[in-house]
């Protein structure tokens, strides 16, 4: 799959958001977009979902723009490019089993939904994906009793479910403290590798970005200001995305997989002494 994003913005009244960004994604890679608050990172990726509509420009996917495809045609675009979310968006009392297999709700008809008809096929794989998510056990727990770190993996299994080609993840860790959000990492990290599926994260730190793309996109201001390997994004170019004030700092944009290191190593000091 070849996504073209041709000459794209979006304006919020005469504020733009996203700023004629040119990107061609190719490869089933691991992508990371970074940035600072404000930067647009989510309205890209929301208009790659259709979930918000570009002001201009072009979207193609092998060819097709997809920002004029309607009814039909948009929804099935749409159930090839997962989204996760930092709030993981699931129905809090609903069993998990049940969130994961919501995944099929663009692919099943609304009477199927309505009587929560799943075939037995669809009910074997929706148990299969939370196996390989490590969430299997929970799966008859209500979503809202399980822990950030397990809900985002429901939420990653319930996009499996749609086997799409692109996962989109908008700040997929934000929430999780560092041990989760190391597990959620590895996790989509594993879908991209074994299944061979793009991920397009945006990503809050650049420690994260660092450890776990194969590309990171730097945005400011709407516009793409970087887009190279992690071994690129010097302390120098990072100043550049994340804007060049005095008060930038690495630790400023790492989250805590580091601090956890850190912390780790900090215990290991105290424990010899
Ligand atoms: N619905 C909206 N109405 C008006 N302005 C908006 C809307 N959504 C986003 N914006 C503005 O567009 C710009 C980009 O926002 P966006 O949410 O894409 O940034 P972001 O990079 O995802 O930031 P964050 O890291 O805080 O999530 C911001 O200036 C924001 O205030
Ligand atoms: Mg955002």
Not at 169 to 197: F, Y
């Amino acid at each position: 799959m070849k996504i073209d994003i041709v000459n794209v913005s979006k304006l919020f009244g005469d504020k733009a958001a996203v700023d004629n960004v040119n990107l061609s994604f190719d490869k089933a890679g691991f992508i990371g977009i970074i940035g600072r608050s404000g930067a647009g990172k989510s309205t890209l990726l929301r208009m790659l979902n259709r979930l918000s509509d570009a002001t201009r420009g072009e979207i193609l996917v092998d060819g097709t723009d997809v920002l004029a495809l309607r009814g039909a045609a948009k929804r099935a675009w749409q159930n090839q490019c997962a989204m996760v979310f930092q709030q993981f968006n699931l129905v809090p009392r609903m069993d998990v089993a049940s969130n994961v297999l919501h995944g099929l709700l663009g692919r099943r008809s609304t009477l199927t939904t309505l009587f929560n008809l799943w075939s037995a096929e669809d009910i074997t794989t929706a148990f299969g994906i939370l196996e390989r998510l490590g969430v299997a056990e929970q799966a008859a727990k209500r979503a809202e009793a399980l822990s950030g770190g397990q809900q985002q993996r429901v939420a990653i299994a319930r996009a499996l479910m749609q086997d799409p080609k692109v996962i989109l993840a908008d700040e997929p860790i934000a929430s999780l403290d560092p041990m989760n959000a190391q597990i959620v990492m590895d996790t989509l990290k594993r879908i991209q590798t074994e299944d061979g599926r793009m991920v397009i994260a945006n990503l809050h730190t650049l420690d994260t970005a660092r450890r776990y793309c194969d590309r990171v996109i730097g945005m400011r201001d709407g516009r793409v200001v970087f887009d190279g390997t992690p071994a690129q994004l010097t302390a120098g170019v990072a100043r550049d995305i994340y804007g060049a004030d005095a008060s930038f700092s690495e630790a400023a944009t790492s989250t805590a997989l580091e601090t956890l290191e850190r912390d780790t190593d900090y215990a290991v000091t105290m424990l010899g002494d």
